[in-house]
């Protein structure tokens, strides 16, 4: 805040949405410092922003299993026995086949406690506007958008002519990509990848563009219900920073690059909380997936992991001081 404050009051610049964030009985307080040097509009209600919506919901039976995947995930377990903890030359064939695929047990569903909070987020107006905005400047309909199950499509299916053929949608691209892309970038991380291909080719637009982004809205259309629901019901000092990265190999058949992913989250016994997403083109060439992976771990550990990790010392330090400070 005081950083676009700075900005504001040397530049001028004119900060579009500001939020204060703290302790309720501080924020009146913290309001008033700030308007006595800065000029701000009218408040809005922090729940509505942006095509944005936030509002607390009873907890899901499913979220908190996200967690305890994750959790089961980090903690070995006496039922994974990997292949070479298994001596085969002491052990009869049928016991090592037995104890490799041997199953872990079913997990049954985390009990809830009361003090656990959870809320979503939601943007199911903004996505059909995005629809909307397509099917106005593409002079289509709605009842034209078919039900699919993904966003994008294999580059490999194409013909080669179509990516020398320019798009229909050349003109208009950019309004309605940078539409989609607001609408990626906050809640629907399930469409990042493609949005962000189509980001790339806005200034030179062709064929296969126009049926990337017919794909897209037909699946935006077809999951404009999709939310992101978070819970949390543990303490500062019980919860973990999760940052899970993975990467695709060379899937731009245009291009000698590949594309990285990365997902961070909070997550404890009772907690599942996505916090950010990334999902971009790198800037340097591997020569296998393997390499690709270890590129976006690197990037997301430095640009997203290790300051997260230095933001979570200080919310530490405010909520427990005396485990900051071991």
């Given at each position: 805040?005081?950083?676009?404050?700075?900005?504001?009051?040397?530049?001028?610049?004119?900060?579009?949405?500001?939020?204060?964030?703290?302790?309720?009985?501080n924020l009146d307080a913290?309001?008033?410092?700030?308007?006595?040097?800065?000029?701000?509009?009218?408040?809005?209600?922090?729940?509505?922003?942006?095509?944005?919506?936030?509002?607390?919901?009873?907890?899901?039976?499913?979220?908190?299993?996200?967690?305890?995947?994750?959790?089961?995930?980090?903690?070995?377990?006496?039922?994974?026995?990997?292949?070479?903890?298994?001596?085969?030359?002491?052990?009869?064939?049928?016991?090592?086949?037995?104890?490799?695929?041997?199953?872990?047990?079913?997990?049954?569903?985390?009990?809830?406690?009361?003090?656990?909070?959870?809320?979503?987020?939601?943007?199911?107006?903004?996505?059909?506007?995005?629809?909307?905005?397509?099917?106005?400047?593409?002079?289509?309909?709605?009842?034209?958008?078919r039900s699919v199950k993904?966003?994008?499509?294999?580059?490999?299916?194409?013909?080669?002519?179509?990516?020398?053929?320019?798009?229909?949608?050349?003109?208009?691209?950019?309004?309605?990509?940078?539409?989609?892309?607001?609408?990626?970038?906050?809640?629907?991380?399930?469409?990042?990848?493609?949005?962000?291909?189509?980001?790339?080719?806005?200034?030179?637009?062709?064929?296969?563009?126009?049926?990337?982004?017919?794909?897209?809205?037909?699946?935006?259309?077809?999951?404009?219900?999709?939310?992101?629901?978070?819970?949390?019901?543990?303490?500062?000092?019980?919860?973990?920073?999760?940052?899970?990265?993975?990467?695709?190999?060379?899937?731009?058949?245009?291009?000698?690059?590949?594309?990285?992913?990365?997902?961070?989250?909070?997550?404890?016994?009772?907690?599942?909380?996505?916090?950010?997403?990334?999902?971009?083109?790198?800037?340097?060439?591997?020569?296998?997936?393997?390499?690709?992976?270890?590129?976006?771990?690197?990037?997301?550990?430095?640009?997203?992991?290790?300051?997260?990790?230095?933001?979570?010392?200080?919310?530490?330090?405010?909520?427990?001081?005396?485990?900051?400070?071991?």
């Open positions: 805040i005081f950083y676009h404050a700075k900005l504001q009051l040397m530049l001028g610049i004119y900060v579009d949405d500001v939020k204060l964030v703290g302790k309720a009985s913290g309001w008033k410092l700030l308007e006595a040097h800065i000029e701000f509009g009218p408040r809005t209600p922090f729940r509505e922003f942006l095509g944005c919506h936030q509002k607390n919901i009873s907890v899901p039976p499913d979220i908190l299993s996200s967690s305890q995947i994750i959790i089961d995930a980090d903690l070995p377990s006496d039922h994974d026995i990997p292949l070479n903890h298994v001596d085969a030359r002491s052990a009869p064939a049928h016991d090592v086949q037995e104890r490799v695929s041997c199953p872990k047990p079913t997990r049954s569903a985390p009990v809830v406690s009361s003090s656990v909070c959870a809320w979503e987020y939601s943007m199911t107006g903004f996505a059909e506007q995005c629809v909307l905005k397509y099917c106005d400047l593409a002079n289509t309909s709605v009842e034209r958008l993904t966003p994008g499509l294999d580059e490999s299916s194409f013909p080669p002519d179509m990516f020398e053929k320019k798009g229909t949608l050349s003109p208009v691209a950019a309004q309605i990509v940078l539409k989609y892309l607001w609408l990626a970038r906050n809640y629907r991380y399930d469409i990042y990848y493609v949005v962000n291909y189509l980001a790339r080719y806005v200034t030179k637009w062709n064929a296969v563009c126009d049926a990337m982004l017919y794909q897209l809205t037909c699946y935006v259309h077809t999951t404009q219900d999709f939310v992101q629901q978070c819970a949390i019901g543990d303490k500062a000092q019980d919860i973990t920073i999760g940052l899970f990265v993975d990467a695709s190999h060379v899937p731009d058949t245009s291009t000698s690059v590949s594309t990285g992913g990365a997902l961070l989250v909070l997550y404890g016994p009772q907690t599942f909380v996505p916090i950010t997403a990334t999902c971009k083109k790198q800037k340097r060439t591997a020569h296998s997936s393997t390499e690709s992976e270890l590129i976006i771990l690197e990037e997301a550990l430095r640009t997203e992991g290790i300051p997260y990790m230095s933001l979570w010392d200080c919310v530490l330090h405010v909520f427990d001081p005396v485990i900051s400070d071991i």
